[in-house]
């Protein structure tokens, strides 16, 4: 069945260095792939997604490219901030399928 | 703004008793789900259901059901409570022909 494997954390950085959480998959066919964030105390929220392989998704300084050879779906962050503390989530949804499967989240802790 | 809300937001009941929580979209989306969250293992399926009257099981469905009576509420029901059920159980919609889902507040459940 589908999987999704990311790195354990947690993970603490300095305010305004790069951040890299790991992310990798196994799926049958082309999957769609997300990452979500959730903050203290909420529920998750879509942070960004792609559909294709080759696909760049970004949103709020977080980035992600859907590496088919791979099977990777990596977020980056050039310059993070305190305020980016959270729990990140890899998930993706099989061709055909409207379900997410989820990676077990990364705690990311942002210091001053 | 349409939202998707759950009540109670946390619940203490004790081993036996039958439990539900609730669900309310206002989306209009035909897909809802029901996940837990517990530490180490991420988000896990419980059920879902992609219109009404139409229920599915997911990976953790043993001791939850789920009814679908109208477009805007999932109630999920847990008939007879264990410990192992203590976690936060999150509900998610989305539309019928689109993967992303949005992601209600969640609901912190303890069994004693």
């Known amino acids: 069945g589908d999987s999704v494997t990311q790195m354990e954390g947690p993970v603490t950085l300095s305010e305004e260095a790069f951040l890299t959480i790991n992310c990798t998959y196994t799926a049958t066919g082309y999957p769609s792939l997300f990452w979500y964030v959730q903050y203290p105390g909420e529920g998750l929220q879509l942070l960004l997604k792609?559909?294709?392989?080759?696909d760049k998704g970004s949103n709020k300084g977080f980035e992600a490219t859907y590496r088919k050879e791979t099977t990777s779906f990596h977020l980056e962050k050039g310059s993070v901030q305190v305020s980016d503390s959270a729990v990140y989530f890899c998930?993706?949804?099989?061709?055909?399928?409207?379900?997410?499967?989820f990676g077990k989240g990364t705690k990311l802790s942002v210091i001053p | 703004d349409a939202e998707i809300t759950q009540s109670p937001r946390h619940k203490i009941t004790e081993t036996g008793r039958q439990v539900t929580l609730a669900c309310h979209q206002t989306?209009?989306?035909?897909?809802m789900f029901w996940y837990r969250q517990d530490l180490g293992h991420g988000l896990r399926l419980i059920h879902y259901s992609y219109g009404v009257q139409d229920t599915n099981k997911g990976e953790v469905s043993d001791g939850y059901s789920v009814s679908r009576s109208n477009t805007e509420d999932l109630p999920l029901t847990l008939e007879s409570a264990a410990s192992s059920q203590t976690s936060v159980y999150f509900c998610?919609?989305?539309?019928?022909?689109?993967?992303?889902?949005?992601f209600g507040p969640g609901t912190r459940l303890l069994v004693l």
């Open positions: 998610a919609s989305s539309e019928s022909s689109v993967k992303t889902q949005y």
């Open positions: 792609a559909t294709k392989a080759d």
């Open positions: 998930a993706l949804s099989g061709a055909g399928s409207y379900q997410l499967t």
């Open positions: 989306w209009n989306h035909n897909n």
